[in-house]
C-alpha cells in the first residue's frame, strides 16, 4: 500500500507562481512514475505532468514551458513547479504515484489551485 499527500494549493493572480508538493510513503518498490492530474468543475481529470525515476518526463501540451515536473527520489517527492499560471489552470491538482506491476494509480487527496484574472 502507498499513501499519497499532496501540499501546496492556494490562490494566485493570473502570472504568478505556485509550487506543488507530493510526498509518497509505504511500499514504494513497484512505484516508478509519479505525476500530476487536474481537474476542473464539469471535465474529466487530465493529466499535467509525469515523471520517472529515471527522470524522464512528459507533460501536457497545456502546460509545456511554464510548468516543471522534478522529484526527489530519496525523498519519495514530486514538486511541480507552475509559472505564468493562468485563469484555466484553475483545478483540484490531484498527484499519483503508479505501481508498475499492476498499472494501478495511488492518488492523493487532491490540491485545490485557483488562478484569478
Known amino acids: 500500500q502507498v499513501q499519497v499527500v499532496e501540499s501546496g494549493g492556494g490562490l494566485v493572480q493570473a502570472g504568478g507562481s505556485l509550487r506543488l508538493s507530493c510526498a509518497a510513503s509505504?511500499?514504494?518498490?513497484?512505484?516508478?512514475?509519479m505525476g500530476w492530474y487536474r481537474q476542473a468543475p464539469g471535465k474529466q481529470r487530465e493529466l499535467v505532468a509525469i515523471?520517472?525515476?529515471?527522470?524522464?518526463?512528459n507533460y501536457a501540451d497545456s502546460v509545456k514551458g511554464r510548468f516543471t515536473i522534478s522529484r526527489d527520489n530519496a525523498k519519495n517527492t514530486v514538486y511541480l513547479q507552475m509559472n505564468s499560471l493562468k485563469p484555466e489552470d484553475t483545478a483540484v491538482y490531484y498527484c499519483?504515484?503508479?505501481?508498475?506491476?499492476?498499472?494501478?494509480?495511488?492518488w492523493g487527496q487532491g490540491t485545490q489551485v485557483t488562478v484569478s484574472s
Open positions: 515523471i520517472a525515476r529515471s527522470g524522464m518526463t
Open positions: 509505504g511500499s514504494m518498490a513497484r512505484i516508478n512514475v
Open positions: 499519483a504515484a503508479n505501481d508498475w506491476s499492476k498499472n494501478y494509480n495511488y
